[in-house]
Every structure is written in C-alpha cells, then in structure tokens.
C-alpha cells in the first residue's frame, strides 16, 4: 500500500509562482529530503474525476505531495560535461543517471517520469503528455536544466531560447527513466503540468519540485 505523506512546508501556490517567476527570493526548503534511491519524481495519478502530481519514493513505497519534499543533488553527482552542445561548455555537470546501477554507485537519485498509476481506457490514446511549464535556479529562469537520455537525445530543456524540448507523451501504466543533468549548483524550482484528455475534456494537473544542487 501506498503511503501519502504531507509536511509543514511551502505551499505549492507559493512555490509555483516562485517557478513563474512572479518571486525572485529563494523559497524555504520542505522537512523532507530526498537523495538517494529511486524515486519517481512526476508521478500522476487520476481518482476518477481529477489528475494529480506526486512524488513517488519507490524505495520506502511513500507518496509525497511535490510541495512537500526537498530533492537533494550532492556534489557527488559532479561529471565530466558528456560535450552535448544542449549542456553548456562549463568542463563538469551534476548528473542523476538513468540506470537504477549508477545512480546507486554514485550515491544518488535515480529519478523517475511515471505513468504506470493511470489506468488504461480512460484517457484519449491511452497517454497523457507531461511538459516543463517553467524552471528557476536561485529565483531567475534558467538555462541550466535538462533532460535526455542515450547519446543525448532530448527530453526537457530550460533553455528559454526555444520552445523545443518542452513536452513529452507517455503511455499510461509506462514507467520512465532518463538523464536529468543540471549545469550549476543552485535551488531549482521545476514545474511540470500532466495533461490527458478523458471524454473530450482535457484534464490537467500542475506541480512544483524543488531541487537543491550542492556545490
């Protein structure tokens, strides 16, 4: 069974409009910290009427509400720049890997993109997109988020130049993995927005996820 837990923590209307860029101050960390292990950190969920956003902590089989958890990048998940031209030209990158054996080697998170809690005959397709509606780092949009996997091939990119790279389409009951790769230490605030439609009606649901890369 699955737990949901909540914390005394930032509220999610306030962490968004962080991520929006409506507040430039960095917000208050929440009590509860992830860094290590596998976590699914855009995890959906529809009860039937409405979609919901969750962090997944697959390794003690708890849900979190994103408002309600800190996800923690240490310094140890510094590597060298892969050279893809999308990651900048700084010579080091914080990595979370996409196999579940390195991110456990590294000490690190090994981050998930779920879908696998939807049920299947509900939502048009079969599928549902999930896009990064924004990305702050230190309170300022940035250019310093991605993610790919394979030899670079792009899922999410921050990079305000382009509207590229901003939405991605999973089937539901699919579960996810891919690089996410951060270029500056910093607090980052990433909002991404689940999206279906069910009987002709698009249902969506938006959520905030603060990350904390060390130094």
């Given at each position: 069974?699955?737990?949901?837990?909540?914390?005394?923590?930032?509220?999610?209307?306030?962490?968004?409009?962080?991520?929006?860029?409506?507040?430039?101050?960095?917000?208050?960390?929440?009590?509860?910290?992830?860094?290590?292990?596998?976590?699914?950190?855009?995890?959906?969920?529809?009860?039937?009427?409405?979609?919901?956003?969750?962090?997944?902590?697959?390794?003690?089989?708890?849900?979190?509400?994103?408002?309600?958890?800190?996800?923690?990048?240490?310094?140890?998940?510094?590597?060298?720049?892969?050279?893809?031209?999308?990651?900048?030209?700084?010579?080091?990158?914080?990595?979370?890997?996409?196999?579940?054996?390195?991110?456990?080697?590294?000490?690190?998170?090994?981050?998930?993109?779920?879908a696998e809690h939807l049920p299947t005959g509900v939502f048009a397709n079969d599928s549902?997109?999930?896009?990064?509606?924004?990305?702050?780092?230190?309170?300022?949009?940035?250019?310093?988020?991605?993610?790919?996997?394979?030899?670079?091939?792009?899922?999410?990119?921050?990079?305000?130049?382009?509207?590229?790279?901003?939405?991605?389409?999973?089937?539901?009951?699919?579960?996810?993995?891919?690089?996410?790769?951060?270029?500056?230490?910093?607090?980052?605030?990433?909002?991404?927005?689940?999206?279906?439609?069910?009987?002709?009606?698009?249902?969506?649901?938006?959520?905030?996820?603060?990350?904390?890369?060390?130094?």
């Open positions: 069974m699955r737990t949901l837990t909540r914390a005394l923590t930032l509220s999610g209307s306030l962490a968004a409009a962080v991520a929006l860029g409506g507040l430039t101050a960095t917000p208050a960390l929440a009590a509860t910290t992830l860094s290590s292990g596998h976590v699914d950190v855009v995890d959906a969920e529809w009860d039937g009427t409405d979609l919901h956003l969750h962090v997944h902590d697959e390794e003690n089989d708890t849900e979190y509400e994103p408002a309600d958890v800190t996800l923690s990048v240490p310094a140890a998940a510094r590597v060298t720049n892969p050279g893809y031209g999308f990651l900048g030209t700084g010579s080091q990158i914080w990595l979370l890997p996409d196999t579940e054996l390195e991110a456990d080697a590294a000490g690190v998170l090994f981050p998930g993109i779920s549902v997109s999930y896009r990064l509606v924004s990305a702050t780092r230190n309170g300022a949009p940035t250019d310093d988020f991605s993610v790919y996997e394979g030899a670079g091939t792009r899922w999410y990119d921050s990079n305000t130049a382009t509207t590229s790279f901003k939405s991605k389409t999973f089937g539901v009951g699919t579960h996810n993995h891919a690089n996410w790769a951060f270029e500056e230490a910093g607090t980052y605030q990433l909002t991404f927005r689940v999206q279906g439609t069910v009987g002709g009606v698009t249902e969506s649901a938006t959520a905030t996820y603060t990350v904390v890369v060390s130094s």
